[in-house]
């Protein structure tokens, strides 16, 4: 793991800093962040990659082309970076294109997080999101490390064979169905059997489906509670869309591709609750993963008819939510404006070079 002291002697030769950024996943929203707080910008964008980042020309100050994504930690890059004062924000196609590998050791830029706890999203890590959530003793589903085991309606998370940024996903009701589902799936090149090992089987909790954004840093006086928005996925909710009669007469494979956001609220009586977990989480990572959470997380929740919340899904960065910068009334309430995750990053980073404490917030 690269030591916090050799990234505090590479910030000390900083004059100033700008924002840089992996062009993909959630590259706008981060850089327009910036832009409302005056800081320059930076966008490292795949070749045939790089046409928003053009169009929309006020986000980024320069963007930087490269064969591949992962051509960003070359030693020339990353020299170019240290050279022009760049601070990396993180995010999902940063870890995905890189590598966890790459970013915890070999890549020697300073980044705003705590890079050393972003595998633990995985769940085939030892100290896994699972893991940090049940020492925050925030409830999630019963976890099934044998499916043989199934005794009730259950979601089998494996990645695809295919897009390895994309999970595949389906139901099953016992240990019968499970096989003949993923069989059927590995037959179809959906996913492979060597995935299928390392699955995750968890309990399907039904209720309404919200992701809670938060953000803390060692600056922060408080976890602040950002904003609420829900997935767009398809084809299943394509599939949910048509009647019942015509689910029955077709033979699919529903599959949750996220292709986008919906903002959402939540009546206030659970606001409670909500900011309550995100207070807990926050204490439980910082006794297993110190420094803890630097930056934008988000618990991604069932509400139960019972109105219990429970975590299936954490986001350890920059969750991929666009929508909240524009309907989040939770800002509102605290700071006066409407805004999302990426200017919540830009006030942090500039508050904390304002005050010297740059140092606390990158590793």
């Known amino acids: 793991m690269i030591k916090r002291s050799e990234i505090s002697k590479i910030m000390q030769n900083y ?77 999902r196609a940063l870890t995905a294109y890189l590598g966890y590998h790459t970013i915890e050791n070999k890549f020697k830029v300073p980044i705003f997080g705590n890079r050393g706890l972003f595998q633990a999203e995985e769940r085939s890590f030892s100290k896994n999101q699972y893991y940090l959530l049940e020492k925050s003793k925030i409830r ?21 064979k295919k897009r390895k940024m994309e999970r595949a996903f ?44 938060y953000f803390h840093t060692p600056v922060s006086d408080q976890v602040d509670f950002i ?11 394509d599939y949910n869309a048509l009647p019942a009669k015509q689910q029955l007469d077709i033979n699919l494979d529903t599959q949750n591709i996220e292709v986008g956001h919906t903002p959402a609220s939540i009546r206030e009586s659970l606001l409670e609750k909500v900011i309550e977990m995100g207070d807990k989480f926050v204490a439980g990572v910082k006794k297993v ?6 930056g934008p997380f988000s618990l991604q929740s069932v509400i139960t008819k019972d109105l219990e919340l429970v975590v299936y899904d954490v986001s350890l960065r920059v969750p991929g939510n666009p929508i909240v910068a524009t309907t989040s009334p939770y800002t509102k309430y605290q700071y006066g404006e409407t805004f999302g995750v990426g200017r919540r990053i830009a006030m942090e980073i500039k508050r904390a070079h304002q005050e010297g404490r740059l140092e606390e917030i990158l590793t």
Do not use: W
Request: proline content about 5%; aromatic content about 8%; glycine content about 6%.
């Open 140 to 160: 999630l589903p019963k976890i099934f490390s044998d499916p043989k085991k199934i005794d009730r309606p259950v979601i089998v998370k494996v990645q695809e």
């Open 289 to 294: 993963y110190p420094p803890g959470i630097i």
């Open 15 to 91: 004059s100033d800093f700008r924002i840089g950024v992996l062009g993909s996943h959630s590259a706008l929203e981060i850089m327009d962040g910036a832009k409302d707080e005056g800081i320059s910008t930076v966008v490292i964008c795949q070749k045939g990659r790089d046409i928003p980042y053009r169009r929309f020309k006020r986000i980024a100050d320069e963007i930087i082309v490269v064969d591949k994504f992962s051509e960003m930690a070359s030693p020339k890059m990353q020299k170019l970076f240290i050279d022009t004062n760049t601070i990396i924000v993180p995010h």
């Open 170 to 213: 389906f139901t099953a009701s016992n240990y019968q169905d499970f096989i003949i589902k993923s069989q059927e799936r590995i037959k179809k090149g959906i996913i492979d059997a060597k995935e299928l090992k390392k699955a995750s089987i968890e309990e399907l909790v039904l209720g309404t489906y919200m992701n809670f954004n």
């Open 227 to 237: 904003g609420i928005e829900r997935r767009l996925q398809t084809n299943i909710h």
